[in-house]
């Protein structure tokens, strides 16, 4: 996306926090031991994890950060003072908010109150080239192993049972290279996930359990919704139920549905349909978001 706009860039990937937390003594400590580096570029960009903005928000950076609240900008980071430096960040001429999600949107402004921010998704994009090959062709479905296909309920056995051609792919094994599946099997358990845009770049159809069935579940013992204080009612803002996205995928009300689903003599032209809109999706998408992020970074 940088290189399209024009800008040049590096990418830091910071691993070492506790269990996915980032306190201010840890921020000052990587500001101290990299903090040349960091002043070496023009601007900062901060995405997911959000807490990693207090680096520089606590060190009095002056020049524009760019601070792209996706997947909950809390997490990790539930301490008064790190709710202080977002809200006093809002004021400052040279940092930017923006939210990759309606919820994003919601959630920020929830917490902190009056924060009104913009909303720029992610692109439309995957790389696959450190991903792992795996035995699933356009005969096979790609079934996720998240909580609710492997705690709430073994899904792959659930498919078996039913006949349906599917393979699970350990997240141990490495990220899996899913070109040329027949459909991903999903049951969602929070707002957004980068498999969705990645999968939407491959063309590849999510057989998606519906919306009543994520309301039906989400308070059973084993089911697991990211918010466990989420309304029922803001399912619907998640990117998979979203009005725009509905004629992008499949959905199943239950195993049995998708049993049927999968034996319908006009999937295969169904699926066709689905990846032509996909098709058609990804083209406007990434266009209109490219224009965003080409008006954010101006």
């Given amino acids: 996306m940088c290189r399209q706009l024009g800008h040049e860039g590096e990418t830091q990937q910071i ?11 840890a921020a000052n400590k990587r500001w101290a031991a990299h903090k040349d580096y960091y002043e070496s570029f023009d601007a900062v960009f901060v995405s997911h994890l959000t807490h990693l903005s207090r680096i520089f928000l606590q060190n009095d950076w002056k020049k524009p950060l760019y601070i792209w609240l996706c997947f909950r900008f809390d997490f990790g980071a539930q301490d008064r003072e790190f709710y ?3 809200k006093e960040a809002r004021n400052r001429p040279n940092v930017k908010f923006f939210a990759a999600s309606e919820h994003d949107r919601l959630y920020i402004q929830r917490m902190l109150g009056d924060f009104p921010v913009d909303i720029v998704p992610p692109m439309v994009y995957v790389n696959n080239a450190n991903k792992v090959k795996v035995p699933c062709d356009s005969n096979t479905f790609f079934v996720m192993s998240k909580h609710n296909e492997t705690v709430f309920m073994n899904l792959k056995e659930e498919l078996d ?9 350990g997240w141990s094994d490495g990220p ?11 049951i969602p358990y929070t707002f957004l996930t980068r498999a969705l845009y990645e999968n939407l770049a491959l063309g590849n159809v999510f057989f998606l359990a519906d919306e009543n069935f994520i309301r039906k579940n989400m308070w059973r013992a084993g089911f697991f919704w990211d ?17 725009e996205h509905r004629n992008l ?8 549905e998708l049993k049927a689903i999968s034996e319908d003599p006009n999937l295969d032209r169904l699926i066709a349909y689905k990846k032509d809109n996909i098709a058609k999706f990804t083209a406007r998408h990434n266009e209109e978001t490219l224009k965003k992020w080409g008006e954010i970074f101006s």
Avoid: C
Avoid at 15 to 25: I, R
Avoid at 161 to 169: D, Q, T, V
Avoid at 227 to 240: C, G, K
């Fill in 15 to 25: 691993s070492d926090m506790n269990n996915g937390e980032f306190d201010a003594v």
């Fill in 84 to 86: 202080r430096l977002i």
């Fill in 161 to 169: 049972r039913r006949g349906i051609s599917a393979y699970k792919h």
């Fill in 176 to 186: 899996p290279d899913l070109q040329g599946v027949r459909g991903v099997i999903h």
């Fill in 227 to 243: 918010l466990p204080f989420t309304s029922p009612d803001e399912v619907s803002l998640a990117e998979w139920y979203r009005e």
């Fill in 249 to 256: 995928f499949i959905y199943f009300s239950g195993l049995d």
